[in-house]
């Protein structure tokens, strides 16, 4: 019953950033850049595992055990010098939406993705930034109960930025003015991977 409301999700998600056009280069000689996970599907629920803790019983939103999900990509684009990944819940503490994760600074020539549980801690695989929860690393849903599923937006970026270009610590809308105004020629591709979560967990 997700499904029907995910549909386009990942691209509204990728062009309300505003930082690529329609007409932005997002192919790579061998194929379409690609993100994905073998965690969840695309538009479908994430596991309950992936949701935050609550270890200190302050967050009984938080039903999980801050499992981070799989994530892999393929045909970056040419000319890509390093990856930003965001997660984003547009619908968490509307208007605002919630800001879970920002990293960058990821070399594609080294990391091509990040096995499950590995990006819920600081790591030097990517530069982190900083989350709503004040973290650089990967800080699963705290969807509040009784709600509709949320819509969890991975939004990878390919960009010319060295890996060590940005400091670390931007908040996503620091990040995002990095690149200047859309469109932006710092973009070299984009790719989208949503995940859904509810509260209570359905069994």
């Not at 109960?145 to 010319?160: C, V």
């Amino acid at each position: 019953m997700y499904v029907k409301r995910h549909m386009f999700a990942a691209a509204a998600a990728v062009l309300a950033l505003g930082l690529v056009g329609p007409t932005a280069p997002t192919a790579h000689a061998a194929g379409v850049f690609t993100l994905a996970s073998k965690t969840f599907n695309d538009g479908q629920l994430m596991p309950k595992e992936a949701a935050n803790a609550n270890p200190t019983g302050k967050a009984p939103n938080c039903v999980g055990q801050n499992v981070s999900p799989e994530l892999h990509w393929t045909n970056v684009p040419d000319g890509t010098k390093s990856l930003v990944l965001l997660m984003f819940d547009p619908e968490g503490r509307a208007p605002f939406g919630v800001s879970h994760w920002v990293a960058y600074g990821i070399d594609p020539t080294k990391v091509t993705g990040f096995p499950e549980g590995s990006a819920g801690k600081d790591s030097n695989q990517f530069v982190g930034g900083k989350s709503l929860m004040g973290v650089g690393h990967y800080s699963g849903p705290c969807t509040p109960p009784g709600q509709t599923a949320h819509h969890y937006t991975f939004t990878l970026i390919a960009t010319d930025f060295a890996p060590d270009e940005l400091p670390p610590g931007l908040t996503r809308e620091e990040l995002i003015a990095k690149f200047g105004s859309p469109p932006s020629p710092h973009v070299k591709g984009v790719s989208g991977l949503v995940g859904l979560f509810v509260n209570p967990y359905p069994k």
